[in-house]
């Protein structure tokens, strides 16, 4: 009984060495299978390319399908269609396309089909810079410097006047021009009232904000920006439009000076 029993359980052992060999050729001839036809997509040519531009607040485009192509061709240096799915890198896809000043986010991926998707993510203009030196562009809504665009005109708050030159480290400074500009946009597009009713801001060789409202041709001396004090004198302006004189009065001044504190001061024409 006790020989059968070895010989039963030698049996057994044998068959499970077989099993165990079987499966690990399984498992190889699959992973086999796999890598071969990973290979052989791998050297088929993409079908195309998909764009999708999600547009701007507006509705509008700053950039085309074909400028973004003309984009990623220009740096695989051959047509798209010409390129096969080995070629295909999303992560640099995505790393070229944003690159481009006018392309906050690009997401990237192939479909089963062979199909390269991309989704492109624009930057929002916040305020456009036309300067006494010639400098003429936009800065988006984290201030970073965007080119005009050939597609759009953004209907954007405008500054003007004594704008010193671009510099890559303003939002670093304690104090810049351009980093007082950005912010006092961003205060005046945060207020609905605020962002309806100006359109333009001037500065003059003094360094002093002048503001041009879009209704009636009266300026509004803002000041220096000051973090503290250009917040409260924007509420006071609030509330000479909603409070102080009724629309038929304001033609009456030339105008309104938010520099003095607790007061607007206005100028008769």
Known sequence: MIKMSQK????????MKVRKFAWAFMAMFVAVLTV???????GEL??????????LAEGDLLLTDEE??????????????????????VARVEAILERHPLVRDADAYVDTEQLLHVHIVQRQPLLRIISNIGQNYYL???????????????????ATGEIMAWSNDYQERKKHQLKDLYDLARLLQADEFLDALI????????GEIILAPK????????GTYDAEETPQRLARLKVF?????????????????????????????
Request: aromatic share 10%; charged share 30%.
């Open 140 to 158: 988006d809504e984290l201030g970073i410097r965007m080119p005009l665009s050939e597609q759009y005109t953004a209907r954007v708050l405008v």
């Open 215 to 222: 209704v009636g041709d009266q300026v509004i001396y803002l």
């Open 199 to 206: 359109e333009q801001i001037h500065l003059d060789k003094n």
């Open 46 to 55: 993409i079908e195309g390319i998909d764009v999708a531009i999600s547009p």
């Open 8 to 15: 039963f359980s030698g049996l057994v052992e044998g068959i």
């Open 68 to 89: 973004v192509i003309d984009e990623l061709e220009r740096s695989f240096t051959k047509p798209l269609d010409g390129l096969f799915l080995a070629d295909i890198d």
């Open 36 to 42: 071969s036809a990973i290979n052989s997509k791998e």
């Open 241 to 269: 439009y909603r409070k102080g004189l009724p629309y038929e009065g304001w033609q009456k001044y030339k105008s309104f000076d938010l520099r003095y504190a607790r007061q607007v001061v206005c100028g008769k024409r």
